[in-house]
């Protein structure tokens, strides 16, 4: 049955969300771009909402609640209306800890999982993107040799969302093993931080979401032992983790257009030139009316790629739809939102020039959440 | 709960509308360059297949909505084509939306079953429904309505059996004067003209009404309401209203090209051994795949825009905002998908040997018709900025 | 020296077509379209502009004027303004005759050129286009197998302009002595009508363009002599020959562009809706600006190529550009113009409609006329 | 003739600019992170490099056009960086391409040496110049101008030593009450404030300029006319004849920039084993490949409408429309340009270790200042339409 509405339950989260978004995120975005860093305490404050720990079984001591990539695209939406880069920030341990738990072995759930249950914020990430021109998940560089009983890794990884403070890194790679070509081929590697050939850099500077620290990883000849696979032998299911990437990648795009859409459309009602408001102006209004317009193509697209996830079925299209159409939608929203601004789009006062650097980054990224 | 999985039901009911399209689709070359035939009532094949809303009977909770449902199917039907069906759609004509939305009790029942067009268009009036210039006055002494006036750009105007237009009751009040009228073909004063030559739909009629003195029975306004509402009361939005599932309909038609345009062109593609599988980042993929995908995205967008809009149809929610969204989305959509598709195929795709040239040229009257893509794009603006009319037009 | 400047004969040639197109060509447009049919007569008015003898060599019987393929792109145009389908018609024996002078050596100038000096038009033209999805003038798939001295052709044409009438096809095909790869690796052959193992199909079908008469040709097992390779044992120079034809079909383009936005224009200031011209909203007054905008950026790249050709330069890259560009502008402008039009755009009344399918015709076709 | 070679000595001047550009490069990413510090007056390395104006000497007619070179050579600066140059640009500023149009032959003399600035934009005004509220009011007994308002935008406006700036002499006249004049930093009442933080162009310093009863001498008022032109007498024309210039010169700014994007983004690509070589159809080509060379001849088309607004310029032919069309042109690409090139790189297109992401930054302002692409149009559409300001704006 073909349905667009939301559960109570998720109506009610979604509401929560927006407000501590704004209240909390939005407040404090711009600062946290000028000074490229977090505000104190807003992990540990976003921790608090058990956005990682209520979906993690009761068995690693979580929440036990099912897991919905319906209801995580409707909060990394919300979150991202906020802010992408806190949002980002305060979903890194759920990247991690949820591709554990979908695809870990027991003994990886119980090693790794009950971390991201407790009070403090549990630093893990996973590193997927490397550092050359035309990146294609795919077609990953980095490699995994067979070595005994482990693996050898070798290769560089970079935008490695708070790598800074990672205590464990999910480093994706190409085994040998891997059957199949393409996300098929995937398969990921707890790499602790101090394993020895692990390489960190200082954290990147990036056009946007510059209070989002991420950083590059050189891993040569990274000897890891046969648990660091994630799932055993089996391996893992390489595009439902890339689906479930891609989805929220999508959800984030979707927030941040939204963003700059509703900060728009007021501005250009106050704004006045040549005797009246400049939202009057055809030009301008119907810039306004494409961002409505694709801000919802663009959220149903990530609502129909979550609900293939959360019925289990094979993602892989409705994802990769989701995140290349919001990728052009939501640049081509900031830009134009920029626009609809002029000169004061360009200006450091606005949030609409933060989103812009945002949108670039956050559209050449497909790694940086899951749902 | 959000939910994009059909029941078995629905896939049944689709998947027949789907075997009708294609046998329908026999014809479409036909019709199309035999400008001044109408397809048949019904097609040689129709009495091998049931008709497919016999299907819709026996619906539980579990399948869609009605108006969803409809738009797929009317998504499935136009896959096939858009002017050729198995039967000619009785009920489905877009005067038949407006019955739906605004008839009253009494004029479903008697007129459900007549395929209706819709006059709006006047020669002078282009998109702006406020400009209508042809008038209905009400003879008392008869009980009967007194239409005058030309309308162009009926769409099915010829083979429909009647029509829901618009007149106007006092020129001076404005929109609000405006009501829409039941008229049977045949009614005295009621001369149907000049199919036009057209790009594209050419199977699907487009006449030019003429009513000199066209006399019809008192009840035939479209919902009964004689009294001219105030201005500003919001008399003219329940004649609007129709357009609320008439929009998204609109571009379902388009739509279901669009989509049979991608598959001729996917099926193309992989025979030249294009791999155009999912999975890698565009950078991954061959300069035809990346385009390729992209219009497959674009099309399931516009896609649940009008899905959306129905879904909030068929929960009884407002859904003028989302109507003109997703005929706006459609109609630039189905530009760009069909335009694309020949793109990739090159010169082949631009030949009368396939049906994609024909595909092409049907779907570009989606973003004109039922208001053009600039007339949803001021609905959208206004409703987002709350302006009226005299803030934006 | 960069100039825009015209020289006086190239200011008196383009105001001769324009009448001319307009005169002659548009006044028959839509009649021509409707019956699939070019007027009767037309190809010989049109001859007796000399648009291919002039500059053909004294040697020959032709004009000896120096070839200037910035001025063919500047009749091109004008051409096109009329309609592009007789445009394509009454130049098709240049892009013929043009190759045979560029390329062929003295004994095929001395055979096949006289021919265009009379009086009466002459039918013949190049086979380039090839039935398949995606097709790519760089990877031919028709075949020239040496055999003997001669030449066995194998493959499939299609689009094959005037192909009703031609008395002689120039094939573009792969050789195996083919020196290089992509267009460096393109031969041409002149084949006679009645050539065995040539069939001709009935005239095309075509979406747009309807005027113009093209067929498909089937090559089985097609000898010729070694002196119908083009060129003889040099061969041609295949990137040169394709820039030429991408660079006249660009001009084509810029032609039908300007032809819709100069009837968008007076339209948009006549047709009234909501109390004023339609042209005073911003949505339909930016839509034409945008129209005069890229209508300038067309031609200066077209005449950028055409200057390249003419100076003798490699001109790959500006002819590239030149057609890449005008496909995707000229599709847009054509569809922006039927908009403008709204509901008498698709009415085949005015000629946007005839324009439009024209558009979507000649933005997938390179290989229709040379400068 | 249409030419589009470069001479020997064209080509001499333009290498030698850009090898000067590129070690003015160097210097781009300090001072875009350092967004308090301006720039030095000159580069340490600009003793190695003589001047490349003083090559302008000696030129023939087989060289390009003042104007066109002019371009030429702004582009090639700018491929170096936008706000960084080995010397600071006597005699470029936007005030100085009003001085060169609309200037007395004594101002010219005497401001030519100048680095000027242009003050148009007031905090109530954004893009519509014939808002101006700043008012300049004369004193007959001191022979002064008195001025007095506000500006905001002034692109270098802190380091500029003086502004060409507009002010009305009688707000009822309208347009036509609106002068140009000649304020040399440190005049009485002539304040600059609040540079402001900027998405780019950082070390280009945009300035706020307040004017308190800011006292000039008579003969500032560029090009000397005092008196109103009759409304429609077009006397306004001649303060907008500025443009001209200034708009080709702000698009070849950008111009400069996505070149040098593209150049970045090709030999990265190129390195990463793309194949970007020309002659194959886009469906030859990798989704990378294709994407990159629609950059590179967009780049062409807009570079090419620069040029030729030069060229018109050069011969001093009107190009008004031609003007608006290269920055509309420009404005619109240089945005395309940079964002498809980090689109094509991925994340390190994004990461601040490459100049890159700052292109992508600073070219943003070109289809803001000098007159957004939404005025730029208006001024297109109103030119193909014979349309003035009361029927369409």
């Known amino acids: 049955m073909i349905s667009f509405g939301l559960t109570e339950e998720q109506e009610v989260v979604r509401e929560a969300m927006r407000e501590f978004a704004v209240d909390i995120f939005r407040e404090a975005a711009r600062d946290a771009d000028e000074e490229s860093a977090l505000p104190a305490d807003v992990l540990n404050t976003v921790w608090e909402l058990g956005l990682t720990s209520t979906q993690l079984p009761e068995s690693v001591g979580g929440g036990g609640e099912a897991r919905s990539p319906i209801t995580n695209a409707i909060i990394l939406e919300e979150l991202a209306f906020g802010d992408p880069a806190m949002a980002i920030a305060a979903t890194a341990p759920s990247l991690f800890a949820f591709a554990i738990n979908d695809f870990g072995t027991d003994d990886q759930k119980q090693a790794h999982l009950p971390r991201f249950c407790g009070d403090k914020f549990a630093a893990a990430t996973v590193a997927v993107a490397e550092p050359s021109p035309v990146f294609d998940v795919a077609n990953l560089q980095t490699t995994a040799q067979a070595k005994g009983d482990g693996f050898v890794l070798s290769g560089r990884k970079h935008f490695v969302v708070l790598g800074d403070r990672a205590e464990q890194f999910l480093v994706l790679a190409r085994t040998e093993q891997a059957t199949g070509t393409g996300l098929d081929a995937i398969d990921a590697f707890i790499v602790p931080r101090d394993a020895a050939g692990l390489t960190i850099s200082e954290v990147e500077k990036n056009l946007g979401m510059k209070a989002l620290p991420t950083v590059a990883l050189t891993l040569e000849q990274v000897e890891l032992p046969a648990e660091a696979r994630l799932g055993g032998s089996d391996g893992i299911d390489g595009a439902r983790l890339i689906a479930q990437m891609r989805t929220a990648s999508a959800a984030l795009r979707v927030g941040v257009s939204r963003a700059v859409k509703e900060y728009a459309i007021p501005y250009a009602k106050d704004r006045h030139a040549f005797g009246e408001a400049i939202a009057q102006k055809q030009a301008i209004a119907f810039t306004l009316s494409d961002m409505e317009i694709e801000v919802n193509s663009m959220r149903w697209l990530t609502w129909k790629a979550a609900a293939a996830l959360e019925s289990l079925e094979d993602a892989t299209q409705p994802a990769l739809f989701a995140s290349t159409y919001t990728a052009r939608e939501c640049m081509k929203i900031a830009d134009n939102g920029l626009q609809v601004l002029g000169g004061h789009g360009f200006i450091r006062e606005h949030p609409v020039e933060l989103w812009y650097r945002a949108a670039r980054t956050l559209t050449v990224l497909d790694a940086v959440a899951a749902v | ?393």
Chains 1, 3 share one sequence.
Not at chain 2, 98 to 107: I, M, N
Not at chain 2, 206 to 224: K, M
Not at chain 2, 303 to 320: C, K, W
Not at chain 2, 323 to 342: D, E, F, L, P, Y
């Open chain 2, 1 to 393: 709960m959000i939910d994009f999985n059909l029941s078995d039901n629905d896939k049944k009911m689709l998947d027949y509308v789907r075997t009708e399209a294609l046998v329908a689709r026999k014809y479409a070359r036909y019709y199309d360059e035999n400008e001044a035939e109408f397809p048949p009532e019904a097609l040689d094949e129709a009495d091998d297949y049931p008709g497919a809303w016999s299907m819709m009977a026996g619906r539980t909770s579990e399948d869609s909505g009605q108006s969803v449902i409809g738009m797929l199917i009317t998504m499935a039907e136009n896959w096939g084509d858009y002017s050729v069906r198995m039967r000619k759609g009785r009920g489905v004509g877009l005067g038949n939306a407006a019955l739906g939305a605004s008839g009253t009790e009494e004029q479903r029942t008697k007129w459900g079953g007549l395929l209706l067009s819709m006059a709006i268009t006047e020669p002078g009036c282009g998109s702006d429904p406020s400009l209508v210039q042809t008038t209905a006055v009400l003879d008392e002494e008869t009980n009967e309505w007194v239409l005058n006036g030309e309308k162009i750009f009926v769409t099915t105007g010829c083979r429909s059996d009647g029509v829901v237009m618009w007149a106007t009751l006092d020129r001076s009040a404005g929109r609000a004067g405006i009501k829409s009228f039941l008229v049977e073909k045949g009614a005295p004063g009621f001369q149907v003209s000049h199919k036009e030559k057209k790009l594209g739909i050419r199977a699907d009629d487009t006449a030019t009404y003429v009513f000199t003195d066209c006399r019809i029975p008192r009840e035939n306004l479209l919902g009964g309401k004689e009294e001219i509402p105030k201005a500003g009361s919001g008399g003219f939005r329940g004649v609007m209203k129709t357009f609320n599932m008439t929009r998204p309909m609109t571009a379902a038609f388009g739509l279901g090209m669009s989509k049979a345009s991608l598959d001729f062109t996917r099926e193309q593609l992989e025979g030249a051994g294009i791999d155009l599988s999912y999975g890698a980042d565009v950078h991954g993929l061959s300069a035809a795949a990346a385009k390729f995908q992209s219009l497959e995205a674009l099309q399931e967008a516009a896609e649940l825009t009008v899905l959306h809009a129905a879904y909030l149809s068929d929960q009884g929610e407002p859904n003028n905002l989302e109507a003109s969204i997703s005929k706006a989305k459609g109609g630039s959509a189905v530009r760009t998908i069909t335009q694309g598709c020949i793109e990739l195929l090159g010169p082949m795709g631009a030949s009368r040997e396939h049906l994609l040239e024909k595909w092409f040229r049907d779907v570009r009257i989606t973003d004109i018709y039922e208001g053009t893509g600039q007339i949803q794009n001021l609905i959208i603006a206004r409703t987002i900025l709350e302006y009226d009319r005299s803030q934006l037009s």
